[in-house]
Each structure stands twice: as structure tokens, then as C-alpha cells.
């Protein structure tokens, strides 16, 4: 099992353009999330899923635009990238039930000049 | 979730037990103790989590006050690979399968830097 795949790991975008970053899982997860970490901080929810066609808006959701169309993928839009946005992107999954122990991919850093 | 909360950081010798603790005073009576580790440039991962009982895995031990309201967890042998943040999360079980089960909310944790 590949787990939570992130793609890309690195990107530089300039204010105001659009880009999409990608997260697979293969454990057949109802869950998953997009978390973003600024330097020094925890972790802050930014979107949610907890089944295909189904998604929900975390604690910063502002600027992001989610859609699930497969149990397997969760991609996050950034339709207009502001300096704001510029941070490590996580993604996350889990089984919905039971324990819920979140299985996190290996992140993207994205800076936005 | 209820709020936890952990010293910023911590320090440690190599081969020298480490505990790190958490309080969590508003736990309610249905909440998990969760611990994940972020090593450096990575995602964070799943240490251990308990309830009510002290729990031992292979990476670490929790161990839970009678009342709940505090845990620790100890590295019995840390190693300068342990250097990471440590977060303490409460995760409500009673929620299980609902819409906000996946969301935790992770503190600033602690930082472990573990010493040659």
C-alpha cells in the first residue's frame, strides 16, 4: 500500500494564478482532509470529506475549493493564490469509525510570490 | 474537541526515558487521547491513543491519570530520531461515523529535542 500520496511536493506560484494539489489514498478511507501548517503552528483544518460527494469546510476554508468524486482522491483548488496561502499542505484519511486514526501524506510546500 | 494543553518544549538525553505530558482538565467522558509525532519536513503520524487505561505500544507508552484530566507520554529509550513536535489530541468517540469525527484540532505541541 502507497498510503496517502501528495503530489506535488514543491510549487511556486505567482499571485493570482490557480493550481490544484493532488492527494490519492489506497485503504479505501471514507475520510479525508486538507490541513495546512504556517511556520511555527499546528496544524489548521481546511476542507473535509466523509464519502464521495460529500465535503465540508474546516476551520480556514477560505480561497480553497474541494470536490470528491471517488473514495480514492481529494484534490484542493487554490483558484486565485494570494502570499497568504503560501504554507505546507497536508492531507489526511482515516476509516470514519472506530479508533479514527488519521493516516497524514508527506505534505506539499507551496509558496505564492 | 476540548483543549489540551503541553509545555512548547522539552529536552532529552539519547537512551534516556522521556515523559511528556499533556493536560486536558475538560475531557469529557467519551473523549480518546490521541498522540501523534511530526518529524521534521514530514507529515505528522499516529503515535498511540487510550481511554481510560494505560496502553503500551511499540513506539511508546500513555499513561492516564485516574482522572482523567492529565496523561503522559513516555518514550522509555529516546533516541535522536524521537526528535519531533508531539501533539496531545482528544478525539470524542461518541461522534464516531458522524461528520466531524475525522476533524482534529492540533494544538502547538511540544517540541522534543533529544540530545547526543
Known amino acids: 500500500n502507497a498510503g496517502v500520496t501528495q503530489t506535488p511536493k514543491f510549487q511556486v506560484l505567482k499571485t493570482g494564478q490557480s493550481m490544484t494539489l493532488q492527494c490519492a489514498q489506497d485503504m479505501n478511507h471514507e475520510y479525508m482532509s486538507w490541513y495546512r501548517q504556517d511556520p511555527g503552528m499546528g496544524l489548521r483544518l481546511i476542507h473535509y470529506s466523509v464519502g464521495a460527494g460529500i465535503t465540508d469546510q474546516g476551520e480556514v476554508p477560505n480561497g480553497y475549493n474541494v470536490s470528491r468524486s471517488t473514495t480514492e482522491d481529494f484534490p484542493l483548488r487554490l483558484l486565485s493564490a494570494a502570499p497568504s496561502q503560501t504554507s505546507v499542505y497536508f492531507c489526511?484519511?482515516?476509516?470514519?469509525?472506530?479508533?479514527?486514526?488519521?493516516?497524514f501524506g508527506s505534505g506539499t510546500q507551496l509558496s505564492v510570490l | 474537541d476540548a483543549k489540551t494543553t503541553q509545555p512548547n518544549s522539552m529536552e532529552s538525553n539519547e537512551e534516556e526515558p522521556v515523559h511528556l505530558p499533556c493536560n486536558h482538565s475538560?475531557?469529557?467522558?467519551?473523549?480518546?487521547i490521541h498522540w501523534y509525532r511530526q518529524l521534521p519536513s514530514q507529515g505528522p503520524e499516529y503515535v498511540i491513543h487510550?481511554?481510560?487505561s494505560n496502553v503500551n505500544n511499540r513506539m511508546a507508552s500513555l499513561a492516564i491519570a485516574e482522572d482523567r484530566k492529565s496523561s503522559t507520554l513516555i518514550l522509555h529509550r529516546a533516541t535522536l530520531r524521537d526528535a519531533a513536535v508531539y501533539y496531545c489530541i482528544l478525539r470524542d468517540f461518541a461522534n464516531a461515523g458522524g461528520t466531524s469525527y475525522g476533524k482534529l484540532t492540533f494544538g502547538q505541541g511540544t517540541i522534543l529535542t533529544v540530545h547526543p
Open positions: 475538560t475531557i469529557s467522558g467519551t473523549d480518546y
Open positions: 489526511a484519511s482515516s476509516y470514519r469509525t472506530g479508533v479514527g486514526k488519521l493516516f
Open positions: 487510550g481511554l481510560t
